[in-house]
C-alpha cells in the first residue's frame, strides 16, 4: 500500500460507492427500458412480451444495450469529466506503444488461458455443490438468472446470434473494461500497490456478476485482463480480449445447437480437464504476461510518442 494513511481508506470506500452508484443508475435504466417495452422475466426466469411475444429476445437485448450504454459508458463518462477529470484521461489517452505485438500477446493469453478458466469454474462449481445446505442456496439464488441465460444463449436466427454478439461481446466487453479496468482500476492504483488494485478490481468484477459459481474464474480472467491492460498502457488491448472471450462463449452456443460441436458448453464447463492440460495453460499464462511484462518496461523506456509497431 502507498499509504497506511486513513485517507487511503476512505477514498478506496469513496470510488467504491461511486461503483455502486454506476452499477444502480445501469440496474435502474434496465428496468425503466423493459418496463417501456413490456418485457417481464417470471418466476422461472422466463422473459416474456404480452405486446411482442415473438420479439422477447430483442427486446431484451435492447433495453441491455440502452442500459449498458448509458449506465456503464455514457454517464461514467460524464461523470469522470466533471468530478475525476485526470483519471479519465488516463483511460482516454491510451499508450500507442507496441500496440499490435501488445494486441497478439494479449489474444495468446485469453486463448491459452481458457483450459485454466473452465477448470477453475468446474472447480468452484463442484466445490460450492458439495454441501447441501449451499447447494439448496445457489439453486435459489442462480436459478432465476442460468434460466434467463439459457433463454438468451438460444438462437433461433442468425439475426439474433449477430445481435447478441453486439451487445453481449462487443457492447458488454467494452463497458465492463470502462468501468472495471478504466476506472476502478486506476482509481485503486492511484492509493494502492499495482498488484494488489489488479487482485481487488478484478475480485469486484468477478463478484458483481452475482454468479459465485464462477466467481474464481471472472477472478481469474480479470486478473489477466488487468495486467494486459497495465502492461499495455491501452484500454483497448483488455477490450478486445473481453469481447473476444465473450465472443467464444456465444459462438460455443451457437455451434451446439447447429450440431458444429457434440458437447454443450455446460458439459465442458462441468467436466473435469486433464491436470497436464490446466497445468500448460497456466504455464503458458505465465510465459505471456512474462513477455507482455518486458515489452512494458522496453516500452517505458521509449519517447512518449507512438513506436512505429502501432
Known sequence: MKSNNPSVFKSLAGHLLVLIGFLVVWQAIGAISMSALNLRVNENGQLSSSNFPHLVKYLFLSSQFIASLLG??????????????????????????????????????????????????????????????????????????????????????????????????????????????????????SKLNIHLAILLSAFIFSSIHLQFTGLLARWYLGILLGYMYWFSGNIWISVAAHCLNNLIALLSYYSFQKGYISTSPEQLESSPLPVPLVMASIFFAVLLLMRMWRLHNQCMALPDQSNDAS
Open 72 to 189: 456503464l459508458v455514457l454517464i461514467p463518462y460524464w461523470y469522470l469529466s466533471k468530478r475525476q477529470p485526470e483519471l479519465l484521461k488516463i483511460i482516454m489517452s491510451p499508450s500507442g506503444k507496441q500496440v499490435w505485438l501488445f494486441l497478439l500477446l494479449g489474444i495468446a493469453l485469453l486463448l491459452s488461458s481458457i483450459p485454466a478458466v473452465a477448470a477453475l469454474g468446474a472447480w468452484n462449481k463442484a466445490w460450492l455443490h458439495s454441501s447441501d445446505g449451499i447447494k439448496q442456496t445457489l439453486e435459489s439464488w442462480e436459478g432465476k438468472m442460468e434460466d434467463l441465460y439459457r433463454q438468451l444463449l438460444h438462437f433461433e436466427t442468425t439475426g439474433e446470434l449477430i445481435f447478441s454478439i453486439v451487445v453481449i461481446a462487443v457492447l458488454t466487453g467494452i463497458a465492463e473494461e470502462f468501468i472495471f479496468r478504466g476506472f476502478l482500476q486506476n482509481a485503486f492504483a
